[in-house]
């Protein structure tokens, strides 16, 4: 609300003005008639708390004589608006320029109402007359002019001193600003800040290194009714220290007789004191005392008593470690780390952004969603402060005709997780396009049955011997050696592709089309208890079957083990919900989990992504398409989806078991928080492995599953060349042949005794038996060499005779025995190299402690050598 005026007319009016003239204690001293006279040329103003009577530069209008009220005469300076003098009942303000002889004079400060104000105003015409008419008042406005240009030189000299003592201090205060982020944190973070400057109390901030305190603190000044007055900062913890570590705190006190301290400087305003922890107790209950008092004690002179000053400042104190000012009403507001605030790091990053684009003169940049993923995913030690360095070297990094930054950029924005890893959806961008599309997997569903169905029917329909049958020729020649060898590079891909699966999917869904239906949840319980153990017996007597049977050269009965395989999937399938059977009954799958530990290619997603982005999860659960806004994104992102058919969410997973490479997660994350890493064989095994026994007997059934391939060589060195192992001799053969699986068992685990004998530091056996898992694959992978070297080259012939040809003339591509053998004696030299490291990385121990386990593995590589080559 303005001024408002009214003129001294009415006659009781003017005889209220004259006799409040009269007991003035300058006004009454003039002679009635001068008192008189200047009563009738008086307007009566009024003014609200806050309102501006005359500014800086304006020209001056006349003389204002406070009737009741307060008026605070302000001069702006580099440190903000001072406060030159206030004006209180009586009292004369806006007089000096007018006493200019000749010109039109312009106020050197400025006028503000403290309170609700009456204001006498003489106008600027009628004063210049009284004063050439009467003598009295020009005498009475040379005295007072006298006074105040001798106090208005003393606040000068005091105003040069705050400018040059506060000078390094001030701060920029962030007007407009509010707290970036829409998180719930910044919300609440928001309301604190209105709640801290709706009061002038003082405030405590705890929080981290580079989490935005003086931010915040300057929010709520420039929120507060202090906006107008200056803002400073004070390292607590940069004051200098005497030689027994006493804090010297002349800085913020000031010393009688010597430089003044903050506190004084300032008058009014705020100040922030970071790293309040570092002040002693005593230092910090001397602030608590000003708090409440507005007084502040001097440090002082030896032998002198210490003087005590006045001031209006408001203290915020800031601290990594929660602080009470004892005695204080006061707030406290708790700042996280940025690594706490993940939603509302794009914010911040879009921000800073903007800021550094400006600031280097360039065309206004964007993030690709890949590089939000790095930025949300790290750590931030320095929380806001590295992070708007992070995207200030970016910004410089990045070519000038560039506009989206390039994940190269951010070279030191790393995920602990993310070490030594690359992401092929980055590096490789039609790779990502190629896995939205339709046609991975289920395109090649229809190859994969196409395959599988006539390879099976020949099974039963077809020739019966190794060189004749097209299913004995896929099976035990392409599919094993193949399927072994591409565990190390793609993992547990074979699930995704898996005709025993495909077939379940496909019956499953024309049943639900046929009969709609809800199906069952998972007996999760259950299955996790006892569903491994269910599978490792499946896998027992499938190798029981093979060894007694003779599989391997039985085509009927291979036809029937991948129908027995099936059978399982499309019984679960139809039963329960999703692929139960893939995760936890499929024998082959077990030994894809585990094998696919080893893989150099993982699935995951950030954590850190997943927890701040998104709210849908329908990478889990399933969920409609999601509109997708990022800069770079692709329209195939977001789709909807069932979610993952294993009930894996990506960035949970510890390994490689339970991911099939789908990529139902990626078709359906909206936030490309998928990353398809290609990284170091064996991570699994080296990054915090937790193992559990079931799959340990796994591992240690196919390890013996070697020996029972090759039972027979076994039995002639023991002396038991003639002892069959067959179906006829059932119950000794399955003997025999349990025996043999269970041998490898028995070695590692006295093996593992004999260590811990020697090392008692040694890890628990089933942390350490992981550490044979990639022998286990090259012992196997070597089996199967000799049939992928020498049988499956003849494929097109094998084809011929199954469909009643000779296959006389065509095309083969074998090798010798010899070849093969040579191969299989790489292999399994590589399987010890390579064992070395992961062995001395799962057991931490050294190469001597490790010892037993070396010896055992070159014992196997010897009797490797001995059965294979």
């Known amino acids: 609300m303005g001024l408002v005026g009214l003129p001294v007319q009415d006659l009781d009016l003017i005889e209220e003005c004259s006799k409040w003239l009269q007991f003035h204690r300058l006004w009454g001293r003039l002679p009635d008639l001068v008192r008189e006279e200047l009563a009738r040329s008086l307007y009566l103003l009024k003014a609200e708390a806050g309102t501006l009577i005359y500014s800086e530069g304006q020209s001056s209008l ?7 009220g307060a008026v605070g005469i302000y001069r702006l300076s580099p440190i903000g608006q001072s406060l030159i003098r206030q004006r209180s009942a009586g009292e004369l303000f806006g007089y000096v320029s007018l006493l200019a002889k000749t010109g039109s004079v312009q106020h050197q400060t400025q006028a503000i109402a403290l309170t609700a104000s009456e204001i006498w105003f003489l106008p600027q015409h009628q004063l210049r007359q009284l004063l050439h008419q009467y003598a009295e008042m020009e005498h009475l406005f040379n005295t007072l002019l ?19 003592g506060l000078r390094d201090y001030i701060c920029a205060v962030p007007a407009g600003e509010s707290i970036l982020g829409s998180s719930k944190f910044s919300q609440k973070l928001n ?34 009714g202090l906006v107008d007055e200056p803002f400073a900062e004070l390292d607590c913890a940069h004051l200098p220290q005497s030689a027994n570590g006493i804090v010297n705190t002349d800085l913020l006190f000031g010393r009688d007789g010597h430089k003044a301290g903050l506190i004084e400087l300032m008058e009014r305003g705020t100040l922030l004191l970071c790293n309040f922890q570092a002040l002693s107790e005593e230092d910090q209950t001397r602030v608590a005392n000003y708090c409440n008092t507005r007084h502040i004690q001097l440090n002082a002179v030896p032998n002198e008593i210490p003087k005590i000053v ?12 929660k602080l009470m000012l004892s005695g204080v009403n006061g707030m406290e507001i708790k700042l996280f780390s940025l690594s706490q605030r993940r939603p509302d790091i794009p914010a911040f990053a879009n921000h800073f952004l903007i800021q550094f684009c400006y600031a280097q003169n360039r065309p206004l940049m964007t993030l690709a969603q890949s590089d939000l993923r790095r930025l949300i995913s790290y750590a931030y030690p320095g929380n806001l402060t ?8 970016a910004v410089t990094m990045t070519p000038i005709e560039q506009i989206l930054i390039p994940e190269q950029a951010l070279w030191s924005v790393q995920s602990a997780k993310n070490a030594f890893r690359v992401d092929l959806l980055t590096q490789i961008p039609w790779l990502r396009s190629l896995l939205l599309s339709r046609w991975y997997p289920e395109g090649l569903w229809i190859v994969m049955m196409a395959l599988f169905l006539p390879v099976t029917l020949a099974g039963f329909l077809g020739p019966q011997t190794r060189d004749s049958s097209v299913t004995l020729n896929f099976f035990w020649a392409w599919w094993w050696p193949g399927y072994l060898l591409l565990f190390i ?22 049943s639900l089309w046929l009969f709609p239906r809800q199906q069952l949840p998972w007996p999760t319980q259950w299955l996790n208890r006892w569903g491994a153990w269910a599978l490792f017996c499946g896998f027992v007597v499938i190798y029981l079957w093979e060894k007694l049977w003779d599989l391997p050269n039985s ?51 950030s954590q850190q992504v997943c927890g701040s982005q998104c709210s849908t999860f329908g990478c889990f659960k399933g969920s409609d398409a999601t ?16 979610g993952c058919p294993l009930y894996s969410h990506p960035a949970q997973l510890q390994d490689n078991r339970d991911c099939v490479l789908c990529m139902t997660c990626l078709k359906a994350c909206p936030h490309r928080s998928v990353q398809f890493n290609l990284r170091f064989p064996t991570s699994d095994l080296l990054e915090n492995h937790q193992g559990f026994w079931a799959e340990v007997a796994l591992l240690l059934l196919l390890l013996g599953g070697v020996l029972m391939h090759h039972s027979q060589r076994i039995l002639a060195v023991i002396g038991y060349p003639s002892v069959p192992v067959d179906a006829h001799h059932f119950w000794s053969s399955a003997a025999i042949a349990l025996a043999l699986l269970s041998l490898p068992a028995l070695a590692t685990y006295l093996t593992h005794s004999l260590a811990r004998q020697l090392d008692p530091g040694q890890p628990p056996y089933l942390t350490a038996i992981y550490a044979y898992l990639p022998f286990t694959l090259a012992l196997n992978l070597a089996h199967y060499v000799p049939a992928a070297m020498t049988e499956a080259g003849k494929i097109l012939p094998v084809l011929a005779r199954t469909l009643g040809f000779s296959g006389v003339g065509l095309p083969i591509l074998t090798w010798s025995a010899d070849v093969a053998a040579f191969m299989q004696g790489v292999t399994l030299l590589a399987a010890l190299v390579f064992s070395i490291y992961p062995l001395l990385r799962i057991t931490q121990r050294t190469l001597l402690s490790n010892l037993p386990h070396l010896g055992l593995m070159v014992v196997l590589t010897i009797g490797g050598f001995w059965l294979f080559v």
């Open 386 to 393: 590295e992070l708007a360095a992070i995207i200030n070297r």
């Open 555 to 605: 085509a009927y009965l291979s036809a029937w083990l991948l129908l027995a395989i099936t059978a399982g999937a499309v019984i679960c399938s139809l039963i329960y919900e999703r692929r139960l059977w893939c995760r936890y009954l499929c024998p082959i799958g077990g030994m894809n989990g585990m094998f696919a530990k080893l893989g150099m290619l993982e699935l995951r997603s």
């Open 627 to 642: 509109t997708v806004e990022f800069a770079d994104a692709l329209s195939s992102e977001g789709q909807a989806t069932g």
């Open 191 to 224: 309301d604190k800040i209105d709640q801290a400057a709706a009061t002038l109390q003082p405030v405590g901030l705890q929080g981290p290194k580079g989490s935005g305190k003086t931010f915040v603190a300057g929010l709520i000044h420039s929120r507060s």
């Open 310 to 321: 006045q001031s209006w400042v408001r203290i915020i104190y800031a601290s990594p470690e």
């Open 489 to 510: 590079f793609i993992g547990r891909l074979w699930c995704a592709v898996c005709p025993f699966m495909i077939t379940a999917e496909w019956l499953r869904r024309a």
């Open 62 to 68: 006349g003389l204002y004589l406070l009737k009741w």
């Open 146 to 164: 006298a006074q105040d240009l001798n106090t208005f030189s003393t606040r000068i000299a005091w105003e040069q001193q705050r400018i040059q």
